[in-house]
């Protein structure tokens, strides 16, 4: 989009071009007509630069790598905040928190505290809710610190990844929280996970590949399932298969047409909040300098050996034990779970035989 200035001088410069070849109305015609296309769009823009100007408070500090701006009533609020959040992002982050430079954590005064984020043209690209304590500010500022480092990824380090990582140390309860979400997935592969297999952990984070994943993680089940999945394509391509597939979920049938999905095109069995959990355990399994190693270039293998500094097999090995190690906590819920069902069902039993048709 044309600023004023470079308006005026394509105008200039069209106007040199056609001003010889033109008779004075036509010239002037043809120069109205790009002055009412310009101007609208220059106009917008300095608009636009004005708001991001007024946006951004006054008062500039620098915490460690990153840059801070508040306004005098929010200021100490953003300084307490800022103070908790650079330490964590050198500690964690490293060389690479370096990336997050040209950005500026904002907290603008509206009545409360709205956390925010600016770019390096000052333009706001995200904004937060309102938040009244540093603790709030705090938190938000750090998760969207973590947006924008995951941004920086490589295109298919992100798609692996998922999603980014949050910076807290991995708790108990996100073992937990892996555990579930990889028996509720559906692929045995993620079930054999679950139950010790290594091998098969590793197959479902997308770490091997050994032949197509259609058939060496997912039954005939589960296959069919992702073949309707792809009902736009196949229908179109196979309709008769397709059809005889869906219909009765004949396993020779769905796996010839299994057999026609590229396998870069089937989604990994394990889901984007498993694989995250897992790179954030390698990360913190190699400590420091940890996601510079992690986001130099390379295999997913490569990059969690490097990061970790261990065999991945090894790293899968740790990671899986930990989320194994969970199950008390899930029998401890069965067990609850089990007593209060026994509790209502002995209340729903003598409510029933109080009822007329018992008598």
Not at 94 to 114: C, Q
Not at 130 to 139: H, P
Not at 218 to 223: I, K
């Amino acid at each position: 989009m044309y600023k004023l200035g470079h308006l005026t001088l394509a105008i200039a410069l069209v106007a040199g071009r056609i001003a010889g070849a033109q008779s004075t109305a036509a010239y002037r015609a043809q120069l109205d007509s790009l002055v009412r296309v310009w101007q609208p769009l220059a106009e917008a823009e300095e608009r636009a630069a004005a708001n991001r100007r007024t946006d951004i408070p006054p008062i500039a500090f620098a915490v460690g790598p990153l840059n801070f701006r508040s306004d005098s009533a929010m200021l100490d609020l953003a300084h307490a905040a800022a103070a908790r959040l650079a330490p964590l992002i050198e500690r964690e982050y490293g060389a690479s928190a370096s990336r997050l430079a040209p950005y500026t954590f904002v907290v603008l005064s509206t009545g409360n505290a709205m956390a925010a984020v600016a770019d390096s043209t000052g333009r706001m690209v995200l904004r937060g809710g309102i938040f009244r304590t540093v603790d709030a500010v705090f938190q938000a500022w750090q998760s969207r610190a973590t947006e924008m480092l995951f941004d920086h990824l490589d295109p298919e380090l992100r798609d692996w990844v998922g999603g980014s990582i949050p910076l807290e140390r991995l708790r108990r309860a996100d073992f937990n929280d892996t555990r579930v979400r990889l028996l509720l997935e559906g692929s045995n592969a993620t079930r054999d996970c679950v139950n010790g297999k290594e091998a098969r952990c590793a197959g479902a984070l997308g770490l091997t590949s050994s032949g197509n994943p259609l058939f060496t993680l997912y039954d005939a089940t589960e296959r069919a399932a992702i073949v309707k999945s792809f009902a736009s394509i196949l229908r179109r391509t196979e309709p008769v298969r397709f059809d005889r597939c869906a219909s009765t979920l004949q396993s020779s049938v769905c796996d010839s047409l299994a057999e026609l999905i590229p396998p870069d095109a089937v989604p990994l069995a394990a889901p984007p909040a498993v694989r995250q959990n897992f790179v954030h355990f390698a990360l913190e399994e190699g400590g420091a300098g940890a996601l510079d190693r992690f986001m130099a270039p390379g295999t997913p293998r490569e990059r969690i050996e490097r990061a970790s500094r261990m065999p991945a097999d090894t790293v899968v090995a740790h990671w899986q034990a930990n989320f194994s190690n969970t199950r008390s906590t899930s029998t401890a819920l069965d067990t609850t779970t089990a007593l209060s069902s026994l509790v209502w069902a002995a209340a729903c039993a003598t409510l029933a035989l109080r009822s007329s048709r018992w008598r």
